[in-house]
Nanobody, 125 residues
Framework: QVEVVESGGRLVQAGGSLRLSCVASGLTRSTYVMGWFRQAPNKKREYVASIGWRGVNIGYLDSVKGRFTISRDNAKNTMYLQMNNLKPEDTAVYYC??????????????????WGQGTQVTVSS
């Protein structure tokens, strides 16, 4: 059984930093793409960042480029999202997603088969 678990979300002031973590277990393939999405209140869930198996192929939402850094540690089956210079508009539930089916960095929800329950990030002004 596949399990995807996020952690690290909390309340932080604008300009602050947070690091989110995501651990995936029970996957049947040894290589897979991982991604972060977020959903703000009354908004659709949106793509934030994704990373390929080797950590070389990486993609970001334009509004987080230069502030967020995605990385992964395959030995620990863990992905990270380092978020710096946080803004109130970054407030959202952040979800981790896993794609075992394609090496392409998908930007859409349907690209990912497995999802975590989300972790709340709140940025106060």
């Amino acid at each position: 059984q596949v399990e995807v678990v996020e952690s690290g979300g909390r309340l932080v002031q604008a300009g602050g930093s947070l690091r989110l973590s995501c651990v995936a277990s029970g996957l049947t393939r040894s290589t897979y793409v991982m991604g972060w999405f977020r959903q703000a209140p009354n908004k659709k869930r949106e793509y934030v960042a994704s990373i390929g198996w080797r950590g070389v192929n990486i993609g970001y939402l334009d509004s987080v480029k230069g502030r967020f850094t995605i990385s992964r540690d395959n030995a620990k089956n863990t992905m990270y999202l380092q978020m710096n210079n946080l803004k109130p508009e970054d407030t959202a539930v952040y979800y981790c997603a896993v794609d075992e089916d394609s090496p392409i960095l998908g930007h859409q929800e349907y690209n990912y088969r497995y999802w975590g329950q989300g972790t709340q990030v709140t940025v106060s002004s």
